[in-house]
């Protein structure tokens, strides 16, 4: 969700028109990662008017629900809410809509692939083994579906210590350029793990906010170049 939101305002400040939807039902942490809490407006015909913020479009159902309730939904009701976030929600005039999917290969992937055609995917793994398994599981999901991979990011790569400039490869490093190699997709690049990207998502001022120009801001704005340069092959 990091990259995602921090992806979206990236392609924003080029001046793309981004919509950015929150489909982790169970789990929407839109809302804080944007700093944005209000309600949606429901119109005529019950249309959904997405919030307008950091010239964003944004939907989530953190939007919608109760913030301290949880989301208890079986597997068609999941199915539902996303088409309805797809087919009710007055988007306007976009260049992209990007999806911030959950983890895994569960039912709101599957009924996405399969309600509107997607232009691609953007994979986001960290360094160790056992993540990178996971990834290529949900990738295969992908090339069955037909929804190419536009591309895989690395988060946690690394982390800089602010006090001794050493680098620290806490969960390891280069599992996601290596997997790229050889699955034979483009690696779009490195997040660090670093306490400024964190401490901006939980007050509501993400990198791309706060400190575009930033060495963080930087690698999520190149992020941003290649995919655009991905979709445009």
């Not at 301290?68 to 999941?78: D, H, Q």
């Not at 591309?151 to 790229?180: I, Q, W």
């Not at 120009?213 to 655009?228: K, M």
């Amino acid at each position: 969700s990091t990259v995602a939101v921090n992806l979206a305002l990236a392609l924003a400040r080029d001046g793309t028109r981004v919509g950015l939807l929150d489909a982790d039902i169970y789990g929407p942490s839109l809302p804080v990662l944007i700093g944005v809490r209000e309600a949606p407006e429901i119109r005529e015909g019950d249309r959904i008017q997405p919030l307008a913020a950091h010239g964003l479009a944004l939907m989530s159902m953190g939007f919608l629900a109760d913030q301290e309730a949880p989301v208890i939904w079986r597997g068609p009701l999941l199915a539902q809410a996303v088409q309805q976030f797809l087919q009710q929600v007055d988007w306007g005039e976009l260049d992209l809509l990007i999806l911030d999917m959950p983890p895994g290969t569960g039912d709101v992937p599957l009924t996405l692939s399969q309600a509107v055609t997607l232009s691609g995917a953007v994979v986001v793994t960290t360094p160790q083994s056992v993540a990178l398994e996971d990834v290529e599981r949900g990738m295969a999901m992908f090339d069955k579906v037909d929804v190419d991979i536009l591309g895989l990011v690395e988060n946690m790569s690394y982390y800089l210590c602010p006090h001794c400039d050493k680098r620290h490869e806490v969960f390891g490093h280069g599992g996601g350029r290596l997997t790229a190699e050889r699955l034979d997709i483009d690696f779009l690049g490195e997040i660090p793990l670093d306490e400024t990207i964190r401490e901006g998502g939980d007050r509501g001022a993400p990198t791309m906010l706060a400190e575009p120009e930033s060495s963080r801001g930087q690698a999520f704005d190149a992020i941003a170049r290649g995919v655009v340069v991905a979709l445009e092959d």
